[in-house]
């Protein structure tokens, strides 16, 4: 089955600088790459997603980028800001109909100004 | 309603008893989702629901584990005889149907502690 990898397990950064997680998965099948933000006490939140017709998409700050040559794919921060600290979770959907994201272990970030 | 409610959202029990967790997806969303996450770690795939299909159960951990959802809505999973090792937050997710192009809405999570 598929298998998520996730690096860093920890992140700290100074505010206004980059962040860069990223995530390596296993069934070359998998189509669908979504991104979530967790803060303490609540549930996941997507914050951007990317399918496997692409190689990169952006959303204000947030980005993220595909190779699916290497099966890995990248969440990119820029001009981080406090409220961006979080754990953040990256995950694949395996190409099969009716089956779930499968997770990464998660990397939390901490932004320090 | 506005998001995947979950109820309760914290349970302390102790070792040996049953508990049930319930989860009420979004109005109109097909497929539910149950994930375990203990503390550190990611989101443990449990099981999925998608309208009137079987279930998927292959991430359920053991027999004492099981899930129901009733009238294609509300979702209880229950454990029994609980372990000390089951301690950890129980996420319920939701979405539209159950192909990659629908948004999984997550709920906020029942806290499960077993002293």
């Known amino acids: 089955g598929e298998n998520v990898e996730q690096h860093p397990s920890t992140l700290s950064v100074q505010e206004g600088d980059s962040a860069v997680i990223k995530c390596t998965y296993s069934?070359?099948?998998?189509?669908?790459f979504p991104w979530y933000k967790q803060e303490l006490g609540k549930g996941p939140q997507l914050i951007i997603d990317?399918?496997?017709?692409?190689g990169e998409k952006k959303d204000q700050r947030i980005a993220v980028t595909l190779n699916k040559t290497a099966k890995h794919f990248s969440l990119h921060i820029t001009e981080t800001q406090p409220e961006d600290s979080a754990v953040y979770f990256c995950a694949a959907s395996p190409n099969q109909a009716g089956t779930a994201l499968i997770f990464g272990k998660g990397t939390t970030l901490s932004v320090s100004s | 309603g506005a998001g995947v409610s979950q109820s309760p959202s914290n349970k302390v029990t102790e070792k040996g008893k049953d508990v049930e967790l319930r989860c009420d997806p979004i109005?109109?969303?097909?497929?539910l989702y149950w994930y375990r996450q203990s503390l550190g770690q990611g989101l443990e795939f449990l099981i999925y629901?998608?309208?009137?299909?079987?279930?998927?159960k292959s991430g359920l951990p053991s027999d004492r584990f099981s899930a129901e959802r009733t009238g294609g809505s509300v979702s209880t999973l229950t454990i029994q005889r609980t372990q000390q090792e089951d301690s950890a937050v129980y996420l319920c997710?939701?979405?539209?149907?159950?192909?990659?192009?629908?948004?999984?809405?997550f709920g906020e999570g029942s806290w499960l502690t077993v002293v």
């Open positions: 997710a939701s979405s539209l149907g159950g192909g990659v192009e629908n948004t999984i809405y």
């Open positions: 629901f998608q309208g009137n299909s079987a279930p998927d």
């Open positions: 069934d070359s099948a998998s189509n669908y």
């Open positions: 990317i399918r496997s017709n692409v």
């Open positions: 109005s109109g969303h097909t497929a």
